[in-house]
């Protein structure tokens, strides 16, 4: 018997309704059998949607740090940072990232959503206004709404249209922050960060850009805020640690007074218990890997553009490349017909993207082998954009 009858009659008639849409989201248990392989429903599949773009997930280095620091430290950081669960990995990763980003000191967070929604408010307020890219990711508008910001949106990386706006809202707010994707979560492109960076001095904004999708594979590693080597002076470097670092966390690298202000004042920080010692570990590991191999880390872009060329897509900017096909029905069917071919790449359905843009969001990891990139872009030319899913 349900403890509550109307809370039961209100999830299902939602659910229904996800039903007809055909946007009803269930989990599927995938066990990884390796660096590009999972076995889902009794299947293996080679794993062309996962975020581990370095294959660090199952790399040896990185689970021996893991294990060490458990066996010295426990499975578990016991508390917030802030009360005794600061154990003396964290000192150790925040350096490296704050070296790894050009910047004066680093804080870590449980995950790149806690960073993001509690970053913002932490720094923005009910007389300030924050600037979005529209493609931004939902933590980052999230985070924007509990800041009680004006918030004002502009068109995917146009600056003509973020300079309209500056103008004609900068004047009215005490403060302005530009908040963007460096690289793009469903689209794979990159933000014009020079060009960002330019604007946020014209109009003493701040600049703050989620690298989640960039660092250890864009920028000869160091992320979507460096380029041809050279590093571009974005105030806020956010990211994660869960996708090309291989773990889970998440980081905000800035000035040493900003990120001393973080560690107060943030409530995400504050509340939260701190990472287990093996995850904080562990990145540090895949840094090593990732500074001391800089053709490995530049290697699923590589592949990316590989795929790109053999499709006559626009030429990769990151690992993440999207086949739109629009209809979510054409879109799922495509997705059971890789599947079918021994590739795991997911569809991705609205509301993650706009209604209309359905996509096969296809993601190379370093591990991939040329062939199956080549053979993959085959089927989708063949069968997929060709219409012969027979």
């Given at each position: 018997m349900s403890d509550s009858p109307s809370l039961d009659?209100?999830?299902?008639?939602?659910?229904?309704?996800?039903?007809?849409?055909?946007?009803?989201?269930?989990?599927?248990?995938?066990?990884?059998?390796?660096?590009?392989e999972v076995e889902r429903e009794g299947k293996r599949l080679l794993n062309f949607s996962s975020n581990?773009?370095?294959?660090?997930?199952?790399?040896?280095?990185?689970?021996?740090?893991?294990?060490?620091?458990?066996?010295?430290?426990?499975v578990g950081?016991?508390?917030?940072?802030?009360?005794?669960?600061?154990?003396?990995?964290?000192?150790e990763l925040e350096t490296r990232l704050a070296t790894l980003k050009g910047t004066e000191d680093a804080v870590v967070f449980g995950s790149g959503f806690l960073t993001n929604s509690?970053?913002?408010?932490?720094?923005?307020?009910?007389?300030?206004?924050?600037?979005?890219?529209?493609?931004?990711?939902?933590?980052i508008y999230y985070g924007s709404r509990l800041s009680d910001a004006a918030t004002h949106v502009?068109?995917?990386?146009?600056?003509?249209?973020?300079?309209?706006?500056?103008?004609?809202?900068?004047?009215?707010?005490?403060?302005?922050?530009?908040?963007?994707?460096?690289?793009?979560?469903?689209?794979?492109?990159?933000?014009?960060?020079?060009?960002?960076?330019d604007l946020a001095q014209q109009f003493d904004a701040w600049l703050m850009t989620d690298d989640a999708h960039?660092?250890?594979?864009?920028?000869?590693?160091?992320?979507?805020?460096?380029?041809?080597?050279?590093?571009?002076?974005?105030?806020?470097?956010?990211?994660?640690?869960?996708?090309?670092?291989?773990?889970?966390?998440?980081?905000?690298?800035?000035?040493?007074?900003?990120?001393?202000l973080i560690r107060t004042r943030c409530r995400t920080f504050i509340y939260s218990t701190g990472l287990p010692p093996a995850s904080v570990a562990a990145a540090i590991a895949a840094l090593d890997l990732i500074e001391n191999d800089?053709?490995?880390?530049?290697?699923?872009?590589?592949?990316?553009?590989?795929?790109?060329?053999?499709?006559?897509?626009?030429?990769?900017?990151?690992?993440?490349v999207p086949v739109i096909l629009g209809d979510t029905d054409a879109t799922l069917t495509a997705g059971k017909l890789l599947e079918d071919e021994g590739f795991l790449v997911v569809p991705i359905r609205p509301p993650t993207v706009p209604d209309g843009t359905a996509r096969l969001r296809i993601t190379f990891?370093?591990?991939?082998?040329?062939?199956?990139?080549?053979?993959?872009?085959?089927?989708?030319?063949?069968?997929?954009?060709n219409g012969d899913q027979s």
């Open positions: 009659a209100f999830a299902d008639s939602k659910l229904a309704e996800m039903d007809r849409a055909h946007l009803r989201r269930r989990l599927v248990i995938t066990d990884p059998l390796g660096a590009t581990d773009y370095l294959g660090l997930n199952r790399h040896p280095v990185l689970e021996r740090a893991a294990m060490d620091a458990i066996e010295q430290f426990g950081s016991g508390a917030s940072r802030l009360v005794t669960g600061n154990h003396p990995l964290f000192r509690g970053v913002i408010p932490a720094l923005m307020g009910a007389s300030d206004a924050i600037f979005l890219d529209e493609l931004s990711h939902a933590c502009f068109r995917h990386n146009d600056l003509e249209h973020l300079k309209e706006l500056l103008e004609a809202h900068r004047g009215a707010c005490t403060h302005a922050m530009i908040v963007t994707d460096g690289v793009f979560s469903m689209d794979g492109d990159l933000a014009p960060v020079g060009a960002l960076v960039g660092i250890g594979v864009v920028g000869g590693g160091h992320g979507s805020s460096f380029e041809n080597g050279k590093r571009h002076g974005v105030a806020l470097q956010m990211g994660t640690l869960s996708k090309a670092i291989g773990g889970y966390g998440g980081y905000l690298c800035a000035s040493q007074t900003v990120i001393d800089p053709e490995f880390a530049a290697r699923p872009v590589t592949l990316a553009k590989r795929f790109t060329r053999a499709l006559n897509l626009p030429n990769a900017e990151s690992p993440i990891s370093a591990n991939h082998e040329e062939r199956d990139v080549d053979r993959l872009a085959e089927l989708i030319r063949e069968r997929v954009l």
